[in-house]
């Protein structure tokens, strides 16, 4: 795996069940999603790292995948298709738009169609300067 700080990295979930394994010799979902990315992203190109992951505790939205960076907004995304272009395609054009944004930020209109209800969570980095996110007080009890 060729790993850079710098740029995002692509989880996807190799063992999500999107019950069509018995069409497909038993080759399940998630791992039909990431030979499908990985097949998309050798033919247009990608600075994302890419990785399998097994399991993201996400089983019942399967296919699942996230982005993330150092210092970045991590993005988890649910109910992909790998059989679906639109999906393929929107995975990948979401990677140039989340590395141009500032802390890698984007609102869901700033997300390819295909990623606006299929979002599962959005989680702000440590430190981040963002007004989504309020610094609470402890209390001793
Ligand atoms: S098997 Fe994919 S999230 Fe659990």
Known sequence: MNFNPEHPTLSKCLTCRDGREGDHG??????RLARALCSLTAQQGSDATLRGVRCKSQCKRACIV???APGA????FGDLDPTDPAHLQ???????LYSKAPE???TRDARPEPLRATIL?????????????????????
């Not at 929107?90 to 140039?96: K, R, V």
């Not at 702000?124 to 001793?140: F, I, M, R, Y």
């Open 26 to 31: 038993d080759v399940r979902g998630g791992a």
């Open 66 to 68: 996230s982005l993330t």
């Open 73 to 76: 907004f991590t993005y988890l």
């Open 90 to 96: 929107a995975i990948l054009d979401l990677i140039p």
């Open 104 to 106: 890698r930020f984007l």
């Open 121 to 141: 969570g959005r989680l702000p980095p440590l430190g981040t300067a963002s007004d989504l996110v309020t610094e609470l007080q402890q209390v001793q009890a």
